[in-house]
Structures are given as C-alpha cells and as structure tokens.
C-alpha cells in the first residue's frame, strides 16, 4: 500500500492521474499518465477508423412482368442514376398468380436491364423464379474519372490564334459567292 500511495503523490505532484492497468496482480499494476489525453487520442482513433469505412448503399427497384413500355424506360433511367451515383441496385420482378406461369416475361425484362446498363454497371447475382419474385444485384463499374486536356500556362501551341473560329459571313459576302 505504501507503493500505490507513493506513486499516487508523485501523479499529484506532475499534475497527471494514477491509472489501474493491472487490479488482479499483486500488488495491483498502476500507470502514470494523462488520462483525457488518453481518452481523447483513444476518440480519435475511432473518428478516423470511421472516416475510412465505406458502405456501399443498395437501392432497389421493382418491377412487374407485364410493365408498360414507358414505365419499363422510367424505372431502367432510375437504375442508370443510382449505377452512376456508385450505388448498387436491386432489381427485383414481381409475379402475382397467372404471371407465374410466364416466368420468361420477368427473364426477358433482366436481360434488356443488363443490355442497356452494360457500360454503368455488372452483374453481381442473378437468380431464377424464386417463390413469387426474381432478383438480380447490378454493381457500378468502377472508371477512373478522365481529365480533359487543358492548356497549360506555359504552352503556346494551344495559346496561339490558329484555333480561332473564322469570322461570321456577313450578307454582302453571301451576296458575291
């Protein structure tokens, strides 16, 4: 006892706090040190663990076998916009009784989905006629972001005037040609 009270003074004496690493050894195990420096470090630590997480949001869309064309052209610009935000999407094909006998429609309306998103994004997972509904995962495809080519401050090449538009025709030319 007379070791911990000790070591107490001298936190005391620097201003810093006694902190118990180790109660179940004998004598307990104490550490001298700052302890809302050490909490928040500990904070900051767990801020940037967060920052470095990415979750990747899944939307769905939903459609019927017998959709309308315009409908169908809705819901497909819908998956496009969420494929280019860099989200996954869901597309799910509803059926509801006779429709079950017509599962070709729902595979019909899969396919053309991934024809006309082929460039945004790629199949993850494709399932057949499952009870009532059938799904299919699209993930984005990644593309690295293409940076036009901008004139730099030194270059001349592009600076110069022989890139200029020609001058407008005026009547009189119109006239004499």
Do not use: C
């Amino acid at each position: 006892m007379v070791e911990i009270d000790e070591a107490r003074r001298r936190a005391e004496d620097a201003g810093l706090d006694l902190v118990e690493v180790g109660p179940k050894a004998d004598p307990p195990v104490v550490k001298i040190l700052d302890w809302g420096k050490l909490k928040y470090e500990k904070e900051k630590q767990a801020r940037e663990a967060r920052k470095k997480t990415h979750t990747i949001e899944v939307k769905e869309v939903k459609y019927r076998p017998n959709i309308d064309k315009h409908d169908r052209e809705r819901k497909t610009n819908r998956v496009k916009h969420f494929l280019s935000k860099g989200k996954k999407v869901k597309v799910t094909v509803f059926f509801r009784y006779r429709q079950l006998r017509r599962p070709e429609l729902g595979a019909e309306i899969l396919d053309s989905l991934t024809a006309e998103v082929e460039d945004l994004g790629i199949v993850e997972t494709r399932t057949g006629l499952e009870s009532r509904r059938m799904t299919m995962v699209i993930a984005p495809v990644k593309t690295d972001p293409v940076k036009p080519d901008a004139p730099k401050k030194g270059d001349k090449s592009k600076a110069s005037g022989s890139d200029k538009a020609p001058p407008a025709d005026t009547a009189a030319d119109r006239a004499s040609a």
